[in-house]
Structure formats: C-alpha cells, structure tokens
C-alpha cells in the first residue's frame, strides 16, 4: 500500500484545518527561497556543536570544504581543486582553487586550512569528529595555495570525511564568533538570526562562481509544529520543505496540483538509544529482552506512515557492504520475559524513555513504549527539549533509552568511541573497526565493515528501528533539490526556479 493510500481523506481534512488557522501567503519571489526546518540549531557552526540541524543551514551554503559530497555520495572538488595521494595512503596534497575570499573580505589560504584542522584537533575541541583530526601527524603549508596533510594511520574514507560538516574551512579571525555570526567561503552570506522564527542567507556578490548561484535570499524558516509546516505549503508561504516529517499530512500535499511531493534515502539510522553502562542495560539478556520486544514494522506504519525501512544494525540499507540483520533477534515477547527473568527481573524492568522534540522519537517512543510494556518492561516517558537532549543525554550520559537518527553518513565507527553517549566499550568491535578503517582493498574493508555489523546486532547494543526515509516537499517548478540525502544537508547552490 502507498502512502499516499494509508493518509487517506482525513488526512486532508487535518492539513486544510491547519492551514485556516495561518495567513494565506504569496508565492515568493522567484530570486527567493523560504525553506522549512523543524528544528533550530543551537548554534551555526558545525565544529562546535553535534546538532545536525546547524550543517542543514550552513554546509555548502554558508560554510566549504576541501570536497564536496554530491548527491549519489561520490566526492567532488571544492576548496580543493584537485589532490594526490601517496602510495602508502598516508600523505594527502591539496591544490586549492586560487582568489578565493572569506565573507569579511580576507583572503582564503593554505594558513586557513592548517588552522582549521589543528584547532580540530587540540585538546579543548569540541569538534563531534576530532578523532579524524588527532589522526592527522602534521598539517603543513608550503605555500598559499599547497596543504599537505600527513596521516598517522592511513584512512581510505578521508577524502568523503573532509566533504561533511565537521571539516569545514574558517578563518582564524572570525572562529569565535561563528556560531551566532558565521563566515565562511560559500555561495551565501549570513545577514540575519531571529531566534525562535528564522535565519537568512543572501547571495554572495562575491562567490568565485556566481554565475551558477541562481537565488539571491535563502530563509531558513523554523517551524516545530508540523500542521503548521502543511498549512505554510499549502498557502505559498513556504517553498521547500527538503525533509519532511508531516506524514498525515502528506495527502493534502500530493492533492495539490502546484506542490511535488517525493521519496528518497537517508544515512539517518533511527535507534533505540542505550545507555550501556545502565546496572540493568550493561547486561547482554535485558538487551536482547528489548531487542526481541520491538516490532519494526508497527513503529513504521504508526510514527512514520510506512515511510522508514527495519534495519537490524547501525549501517544504511543503500550501502552495498550492509548486512540484513532484522532477523537476529525476531519478535518474541515470551522470550522477552523469559530473558528478564533470567537477567534477575521477575517482576519486570522499570526504565526512562527521554525523546527529543521530532515525531518520529515523540509518536514512535508511545508505540516503543507499548511493546516493551507488553514485553514485562515498566517504561516511563520522558518528553524533553533538544538543548535538554544534547545535556542530558548526548553529554551527560544520565539517561536510560531515547530514539533519535543518526544521520552523519557512514558513522558506524561512533560505536568504537569509548566516550559516546552508548557507552558501548568492547575491544573486540574496535579492532574490527580499525581494520576496516585502515584497509585499501575494498573486498577486505567490506568484510571487516560486516563484521563489524554483526558484532553491533549480537550484542544488541541498541534497538535498531528503521533507515529514516527523506521525504522532500517543494513547488513544481523549484527545481536541483536533492531527493536522497547521503547526509542531511540543503545544498541551496543548486536550487533555482523554473
């Protein structure tokens, strides 16, 4: 069934009384873009902060790299015109693109890149990857225009990793003040942050290529509620809504005869957040308890309207080296209860759930909620705010379980990082890891890369739910919007108006 079927009639019904409720709004201006996102970033640079919603804003627009990851995930030039690599994989030479200029005016040079990846590196960073950055033994710059950056130990994905929001070139100048007032190299300059409503972007006059950047203001319109995002398409105050979370009110939207509604793929893996080091979730049983009580289909056709694929493990399923492995632990709830009994709980398990502020984590933790209950689990919701999200859970690490999707592309080697928030330590799955991250040959890292897969699905590290689909809404004739995501950005470069 579509579902577009499965939204039916009253799905209209919902989105057209959302939408009485707004102004009706005109079309924008055709050198213009209102774009909606359902979350504000906590700030706008991306080196200093783990929230997603800061690189869906700013890479690519605000902020560059020395590559570009391009829709089908291959790697492209950008700062970085072209590059060389040695034969032991360790040493990397940059050619950058020449005349290239910062937002305030000084010039971009090989200094900028030194110092942006050393900062990532040292020891106060708050850089989410600074692992890839401590990997590097030296980052030097025989001239303006020449990086050559010396590896510790060589990494077949560097040139992807140095395309994602966490590689991000800035100036030295201007580092400090980036998260309220950010400077970069991009197509678009930052003029404006109305905290609780929006963030504009204009064109830079500037840009080495502005022939090709075809909208002269960009706005980032902050919008949680998502009727609301429905009644702001449907009336034309919105243009773009490049990933939408409104599944009831997804009929409306494909009624519309002026709106283009499409499906394509994420790196989003929404999870069952677990807190390893918990007394009762560090053993390997409650964690298969949990694992056989999930029902992936019921939280796909109940929080997501059909739109998610199951996953058993943390790797997406577009990805050729993923492994099935939704099969591991199959639904069982007598099996559930029989392995909390054996983990010491006859009398059942009493546990947090915190969700972050996303449908996806409030609706689906109500039906994850449901079947561990029924599974002899004693769950306890707990609706919280992103910056209580990140504090609490992401850094704190006080807390039980969560859902949120991880949509950094190809970040199964989160799991290896002693300190992050799963609290996963296990010296086994880290050895896999560093395999696969050293290894050239491609046949070799792909075993390594299942290995790894299946080690995550044993253990039942977390609960492995569904691949968050991207769902893209947008005027018909707004057009070079991507429809999948090899990672949640708006590469607004490319859009223009028919």
Do not use: C
């Not at 627009?61 to 040695?86: F, G, R």
């Not at 909620?369 to 029924?374: P, T, V």
């Not at 977390?462 to 691949?467: E, K, R, Y």
């Amino acid at each position: 069934m579509t579902i577009a079927r499965k939204i039916g009639a009253a799905a209209a019904v919902v989105a057209m009384a959302a939408l009485a409720a707004l102004p009706f709004g005109a079309q924008a201006a055709k050198n213009s873009v209102n774009v909606a996102m359902t979350l504000e970033p906590p700030g706008l640079d991306p080196r200093a902060n783990a929230a997603a919603a800061i690189g869906q804003i700013a890479l690519y627009n605000i902020y560059e790299n020395l590559t570009h990851i391009n829709q089908d995930a291959t790697v492209s030039p950008m700062l970085a015109k072209s590059w060389s690599i040695s034969d032991d994989g360790l040493v990397f030479t940059f050619d950058l693109v020449q005349g290239v200029k910062f937002h305030d005016g000084s010039d971009f040079t090989a200094a900028d890149v030194k110092y942006t990846f050393e900062a990532n590196a040292a020891e106060d960073s708050k850089n989410k990857r600074k692992d890839r950055f401590v990997n590097m033994a030296k980052v030097e710059a025989p001239d303006a225009n020449t990086v050559r950056i010396t590896l510790k130990e060589a990494r077949p994905m560097f040139l992807f990793w140095m395309g994602e929001s966490t590689a991000v070139i800035v100036g030295q100048e201007s580092a400090a003040t980036n998260a309220t007032k950010p400077i970069g190299t991009g197509p678009f300059k930052f003029v404006s942050w109305v905290k609780g409503d929006s963030v504009l972007m204009e064109k830079n006059a500037d840009y080495r290529d502005a022939a090709s950047v075809r909208l002269d203001k960009v706005k980032f319109r902050f919008i949680n509620d998502q009727a609301a995002q429905v009644a702001a398409m449907m009336s034309g105050d919105l243009d773009l809504i490049p990933f939408s979370r409104a599944s009831a009110g997804l009929g409306a939207l494909q009624a519309n005869p002026d709106i283009e509604v499409s499906f394509g793929t994420t790196e989003g893996e929404t999870i069952l957040s677990t807190n390893n080091k918990h007394p009762a979730l560090a053993k390997l049983k409650v964690r298969q308890a949990i694992a056989h009580a999930i029902d992936r289909k019921e939280i796909i056709d109940g929080a997501m309207f059909g739109a998610g694929i199951p996953i058993g493990t943390h790797f997406a399923p577009h990805n050729p080296d993923y492994l099935d492995l939704t099969g591991t632990y199959p639904l069982d709830r007598a099996k559930s209860k029989a392995l909390l009994v054996e983990a010491g709980y006859p009398d059942g398990l009493a546990l947090s759930l915190k969700l972050p502020p996303v449908p996806y984590a409030r609706e689906g933790g109500q039906i994850v909620a449901q079947q561990l209950n029924k599974a002899g689990f004693k769950i306890t919701i707990e609706n919280v705010e992103w910056a209580v999200w990140l504090k609490q859970v992401y850094k704190q690490k006080t807390y039980d379980l969560s859902i949120v999707s991880h949509v950094e592309p190809m970040d199964i080697g989160i799991y290896a990082q002693t300190d992050y928030y799963f609290q996963y330590d296990n010296k086994e799955f880290n050895d896999i890891m560093a395999k696969a991250d050293g290894a050239r040959d491609p046949a070799m890292r792909s075993e390594y890369l299942k290995l790894a897969q299946k080690k995550l699905a044993g253990d039942a590290v977390n609960g492995f739910l569904f691949q968050l689909a991207k769902t893209t809404v947008r005027k018909k004739d707004l057009m070079g919007v991507w429809t999948n995501s090899p990672m949640f950005v708006n590469d607004m470069r490319t859009v223009y108006w028919q």
